[in-house]
């Protein structure tokens, strides 16, 4: 399973757009990006998936660059409900054993 | 709401007493899977089920834990003369095969506490 990094913490104001990135120089030619994003008390929740390229959903966009040693979530817009952590892994199709780092946390500003 | 489904929500118990916790997986999921969370850190897996079938419970500590997804009724996770230490949240996930990627789709979790 490729391990992935990301920032800790980040900071936005309502009404920008936020990029988090991972890091996931190990990962292998099977393996899927994936997000989540949990709220303080409640479950993850899968937000978007990608292979390469871009992926875009109603709630974000996701930009793989040709390397694939990189991802990027793009939240649009954000507002002060987007305040959470969000978390990114990396697995093949056979991969079950979601590996959760510490995430990224999100804090939204007024 | 067809979502996956923890009950109870939050367990308080003392230590040496039994907690079961339940999960309904979405409707049409055959596997699930159980995590565990300690405040500030990231979901650690336990195990893996399917129906009547543990397919992977290499995350779960040797003693004291267990669990199953009989062939009716929801998965239970149980685990047995509780200590302090097993005091988190346990979140179960559901997910059915589709292809190239199984999403795990989670519930709310479990919130235990032992005294």
């Known amino acids: 399973l490729a391990k992935t990094t990301q920032p800790i913490s980040m900071d936005s104001y309502e009404g920008q757009e936020v990029n988090i990135t991972c890091s996931h120089n190990?990962?292998?030619?099977?393996?899927?990006i994936t997000w989540y994003q949990q709220f303080p008390s409640q479950g993850p929740r899968f937000i978007i998936q990608?292979?390469?390229t871009k992926v875009t959903n109603e709630v974000a966009s996701l930009f793989i660059p040709a390397d694939r040693k990189s991802s990027t979530l793009s939240l649009p817009r954000v507002s002060l409900s987007d305040t959470a952590v969000y978390y990114c892994?990396?697995?093949?199709?056979?991969?079950?054993?979601?590996?959760f780092g510490t995430g990224t946390r999100l804090k939204v500003l007024a | 709401n067809a979502g996956v489904m923890q009950n109870p929500r939050h367990l308080v118990r003392r230590r040496g007493q039994e907690a079961r916790l339940r999960c309904s997986p979405m409707?049409?999921?055959?596997?699930v899977y159980w995590y565990r969370q300690l405040p500030e850190e990231g979901l650690k897996f336990m195990v893996y089920l399917q129906k009547e079938n543990i397919i992977d419970e290499s995350g779960m500590p040797k003693e004291r834990f267990s669990a199953e997804f009989p062939k009716e009724g929801p998965s239970i996770l149980r685990i047995q003369q509780v200590v302090r230490g097993d005091s988190a949240a346990y979140f179960c996930a559901s997910s059915h095969p589709d292809g190239n990627q199984e999403t795990q789709y989670f519930g709310p979790g479990t919130r235990l506490l032992v005294l």
């Open positions: 409707k049409g999921h055959s596997h």
């Open positions: 190990n990962i292998a030619t099977n393996d899927y």
């Open positions: 892994l990396v697995g093949d199709s056979g991969t079950y054993k979601y590996i």
């Open positions: 990608g292979y390469k």
